[in-house]
């Protein structure tokens, strides 16, 4: 996308030109311009980027379509320009350009070589003389070295590799730099720059047995251009989702349900999935039932519903239960029942950088507890809620990687809770950024979080925030890392510290993973572990010293991926973390979780 220059002593580089989508840059010592080849709209434009590099010209589109140039390299007295040209039937050429035509708008080019057939020629670079070109193609069935020579017009192998030699560079009138191919990767290797006796065929299984056994010449499918497109065709016109809406599956489901009063029950039900055929329409319904006798018989049912269409969704629930509730400390079943309507949608996404947007309103009635928080006790069964949250992230991760391991994140969230004739609304701001460390893979992360009560009565639960835990159940199926949250503070109970403004760090340190090849059987192994470190502190009600608390807590997480049956992904997760405030006993917390696929 965009054009950088990197200083090689300093480290540090510099964005010259953004989304410019110029590929194939090749340096003219003559005038020190840059040449390149910029795609768009599906034509390929050669283009000349002149010193300081902050502009580019346009030299030539190539109009025909399929017609495309690249590999490209400026002979040494900057007076040539060569690369490799395909057109539309796939056919692969290696073509030379006059630089001062060029500049005039003469674009002619001139064909050096037109035997590659199917196989590009890759990666031809000028020697340091410009009387030879090295460059490497699969004419052989292995990626092999050839030297063009201008003077004798002549194209000759200068290697027979068994499992190919790539990238050339001219060092010496005797030697060529090249990457070998191995099992291990590309290892650097040298060459000498001489014809061998002979360049040996690469004998393909597939050929040699339609060699000797001409009938399987005959095992192929017909021409698509005998199909007639329009006679598959069974209906025209727009596509209307709803008239496309089906039901996918059904299945039992079994689900955990806690109230207020603690009284834990398991359900029974059913959950049928509906969807169009193309995904953009979904309807989620799931019902159960909780035998309990401690339950209240209003409390038994549980009921739910889900729909998204496009970027909107609506949502509805009574008494909703939820199967992870089965599992560990953290719950999402609530009593009551409630209606949602949210709509999320991007400002840009252009990865790795993407800015989007949420709103939503929901209303609550029957509550015992606050929605967002399960050990908050609700001061009124009925709330009117409106939410709008921005978030902004620009996050990357190097080959390898197991997490992301630098960049910045934010957002900002705005919710406000109206309850009893009272409005509370609420903001909060996270801010995230990631640094590299000199270890390879490991990276330094600091969080920080501060949010306020805007209006209404400190007091009141819906105008505050609440804060504890890790956050992770037994089985989970979120982020595995759920300590890293703004309401997450691992070491205490969940939701024990609260308050109507708070301010949050965090500092994480991320070792480098520790990779396995041998641990398990094929079918069940273990891939990785990694390890994080991790402080954090908070403050709440920061501004009125009698109910201000202050508490810090140190920990580390071991997360450990697993594989099942090749691919489906699994991690084990286990954290220890102490919490300590002034005047009140050290407190700790340990966690395990497993989170499938």
């Known amino acids: 996308r965009h054009l950088v220059a990197l200083d090689l002593e300093t480290g540090r580089f510099e964005v010259l030109l953004r989304d410019v989508r110029i590929g194939d840059l090749v340096f003219n010592p003559a005038d020190r311009s840059l040449w390149g080849v910029r795609h768009d709209n599906g034509f390929s434009t050669l283009v000349r980027i002149p010193p300081p590099y902050d502009e580019w010209n346009q030299i030539h589109t190539f109009l025909d379509y399929g017609v495309d140039l690249f590999d490209l390299d400026v002979s040494p007295d900057g007076s040539i320009l060569i690369g490799a040209m395909s057109d539309i039937s796939g056919r692969q050429r290696l073509v030379k350009m006059d630089v001062a035509a060029l500049l005039e708008g003469d674009a002619t080019h001139e064909v050096l070589v037109d035997e590659f057939g199917a196989w590009p020629p890759s990666n031809f670079v000028f ?4 009387q030879y070109l090295f460059g490497s193609s699969y004419t052989s069935g292995v990626s092999n070295i050839y030297r063009y020579d201008f003077n004798a017009d002549t194209m000759e192998a200068v290697s027979n590799a068994e499992t190919g030699f790539f990238r050339p560079v001219p060092v010496s009138d005797d030697s060529v730099v090249v990457f070998r191919y191995t099992a291990r990767g590309f290892v650097p290797s040298m060459i000498p720059n001489q014809v061998p006796d002979s360049v040996s065929a690469i004998r393909f299984l597939g050929n040699a047995i339609a060699a000797e056994r001409p009938v399987v010449q005959s095992w192929q499918l017909p021409s698509a251009s005998r199909i007639n497109l329009d006679s598959l065709t069974t209906s025209r016109g727009a596509y209307r989702s709803l008239r496309h809406f089906k039901l996918d599956n059904a299945y039992p489901i079994v689900e955990g349900y806690e109230d207020a009063a603690g009284t834990y029950a398991v359900a029974g039900g059913m959950r049928l999935n509906f ?323």
Do not use: C
């Not at 020697?127 to 410009?130: E, F, K, V």
């Not at 079943?333 to 949608?345: I, T």
């Open 275 to 597: 969807s169009d055929r193309i995904g953009t329409t979904a309807l989620d319904l799931s019902a159960s039932y909780s035998p309990h006798g401690d339950l209240a018989p209003s409390e038994r049912l549980h009921l739910s519903a889900d729909f998204h269409h496009w970027n909107w969704r609506v949502s509805a629930a009574l008494n909703p239960a939820d199967f992870y509730d089965l599992f560990g400390p953290t719950k999402t079943s609530r009593k009551g029942y409630g209606l949602a309507l949210g709509y999320q949608d991007n400002f840009f996404l252009d990865g790795p950088r993407s800015l989007g947007y949420t709103v939503g309103l929901a209303g609550y009635g029957g509550l015992e507890t606050v929605p967002e928080y399960q050990n908050v006790t609700a001061s009124f069964d009925k709330l009117l809620s409106l939410s709008a949250s921005l978030e902004y992230q620009s996050l990357r991760s190097s080959l390898g990687a197991i997490d992301r391991e630098l960049g910045t994140t934010w957002g900002l969230t705005l919710r406000s809770n109206y309850v009893n004739g009272s409005l509370y609304p609420r903001l909060n701001l996270d801010v995230s950024r990631g640094f590299l460390l000199p270890l390879d893979h490991s990276s330094l992360w600091l969080r920080g979080s501060a949010g306020a009560a805007l209006a209404g009565d400190r007091n009141e639960p819906f105008a505050n925030f609440f804060f504890g835990g890790f956050g992770n159940n037994w089985v989970d199926y979120r982020a595995i890392r759920q300590f890293r949250n703004s309401e997450s503070f691992p070491g205490i109970e969940i939701n024990e510290v609260g308050g109507a403004n708070y301010g949050r760090v965090q500092l994480e340190w991320m070792l480098p993973p520790l990779r396995f090849r041998r641990v398990g059987i094929p079918s069940f192994y273990l891939r990785w572990a990694g390890l994080s470190f991790f402080a954090t502190g908070l403050m709440t009600n920061v501004d009125e010293e009698l109910a201000r608390r202050t508490i810090a807590s140190v920990g580390a997480q071991l997360d450990l991926r697993l594989v099942t049956l090749s691919h489906l992904k699994s991690t084990f997760s286990i954290g220890f973390a102490v919490a300590r405030e002034q005047g009140v006993p050290l407190k700790s917390e340990l966690m395990f979780s497993f989170k499938i696929l």
């Open 127 to 130: 020697s340091p003389d410009g």
